[in-house]
């Protein structure tokens, strides 16, 4: 997934910068503007690793079991309140396959901008007439060679939730009308 971004990133880092393979037991951390101290590491093998910055990439399902273990001292109160009052909900994937290709060659992502602003919105609308509006664009699926002309898109929320309900023809039959009022493709 985010191999090609992590590997940008470590290009410009020293070599050996960068532990691996070092489960980490607790990050040590401060109030810098307290106690003008740096963050430590202490991984499971008993090692400590002092950093200026700490970047926590844990799923977030871990980070709301395991922050009062995770982090010394605890966070803030209101860090620990964000941590819990984020959440994911219901994401799917819609993959739609062409015969050819209608979008460009050096075409990453489509975007959809709806002109009706409360698409984006979270709300319990009448979702047989407006759960596609939540349909927020396509990733084209590259390199054409092992994918063949696939788009992927992103739906989240109730409408997500409501897109499981349909059949798979409806689905179709849906997303197919939308990238027709865009595009006025197929």
């Given at each position: 997934?985010?191999?090609?971004?992590?590997?940008?990133?470590?290009?410009?880092?020293?070599?050996?910068?960068?532990?691996y393979n070092?489960?980490?037991?607790?990050?040590?951390?401060?109030?810098?503007?307290?106690?003008?101290t740096s963050?430590?590491?202490?991984?499971?093998?008993?090692?400590?690793?002092?950093?200026?910055?700490?970047?926590?990439?844990?799923?977030?399902?871990?980070?709301?079991?395991?922050?009062?273990?995770?982090?010394?001292?605890?966070?803030?109160?209101?860090?620990?309140?964000?941590?819990?009052?984020?959440?994911?909900?219901?994401?799917?994937?819609?993959?739609?396959?062409?015969?050819?290709?209608?979008?460009?060659?050096?075409?990453?992502?489509?975007?959809?901008?709806?002109?009706?602003?409360?698409?984006?919105?979270?709300?319990?609308?009448?979702?047989?007439?407006?759960?596609?509006?939540?349909?927020?664009?396509?990733?084209?699926?590259?390199?054409?060679?092992?994918?063949?002309?696939?788009?992927?898109?992103?739906?989240?929320?109730?409408?997500?939730?409501?897109?499981?309900?349909?059949?798979?023809?409806?689905?179709?039959?849906?997303?197919?009308?939308?990238?027709?009022?865009?595009?006025?493709?197929?």
């Open positions: 997934g985010f191999e090609g971004l992590v590997k940008n990133l470590m290009s410009e880092l020293p070599d050996g910068l960068v532990t070092c489960p980490v037991r607790c990050v040590h951390w401060s109030d810098a503007e307290k106690n003008k963050a430590v590491v202490e991984c499971e093998n008993g090692e400590r690793i002092p950093a200026d910055h700490i970047i926590v990439t844990v799923p977030l399902g871990y980070l709301k079991r395991h922050h009062s273990t995770l982090f010394r001292p605890p966070l803030p109160l209101h860090k620990l309140h964000t941590i819990q009052r984020l959440g994911f909900g219901t994401n799917n994937k819609i993959f739609v396959e062409f015969d050819a290709p209608w979008w460009d060659a050096d075409c990453e992502v489509i975007h959809l901008i709806w002109e009706d602003e409360d698409a984006m919105v979270d709300q319990v609308p009448d979702l047989q007439r407006s759960w596609i509006k939540k349909l927020i664009g396509f990733t084209v699926l590259k390199p054409t060679e092992r994918y063949g002309h696939l788009l992927c898109g992103w739906i989240a929320g109730h409408e997500s939730e409501y897109m499981e309900t349909l059949s798979e023809l409806e689905v179709m039959r849906d997303v197919t009308q939308v990238i027709r009022r865009f595009t006025g493709e197929l």
